[in-house]
């Protein structure tokens, strides 16, 4: 867990138990998060968003404001997971 203040909001970032995350990858949401600043405070209670994070994959996080402002990061996909519909047909989104 990670706490951070943004204009004197308190925000706490948990993680799912399922995620199996290096310190690096999870202080590399953090920073993320950190850089996103003010934008955070536009999400209500509810919203889910993604964030794209090279190093990392598509990182999806869960928004709770009520009793406090909680965000989950609840999964991480790899890009060699990432699938795109093109016309009638799915493809890999990134060949290898």
């Known amino acids: 867990m990670y706490r951070f203040t ?3 909001a308190e925000w706490i970032i948990t993680f799912s138990p399922h995620l ?13 998060l950190l850089q996103m600043g003010p934008d ?3 999400f209500t209670h509810g919203d889910s968003f993604v964030i ?15 009793p406090s402002i ?15 519909r093109d ?3 799915v493809k890999r989104y990134y060949e290898h």
């Open 6 to 8: 943004i204009d004197n």
């Open 20 to 32: 199996k995350m290096e310190t690096e990858e999870r202080e590399l949401i953090v920073k993320s």
């Open 40 to 42: 955070l405070q536009e």
């Open 52 to 66: 794209f994070i090279n190093e990392i994959g598509l990182t999806v996080l869960r928004v709770e404001k009520i």
């Open 70 to 84: 909680i965000l989950t990061v609840s999964s991480i996909v790899t890009k060699d997971k990432w699938y795109k």
């Open 87 to 89: 016309g009638k047909s």
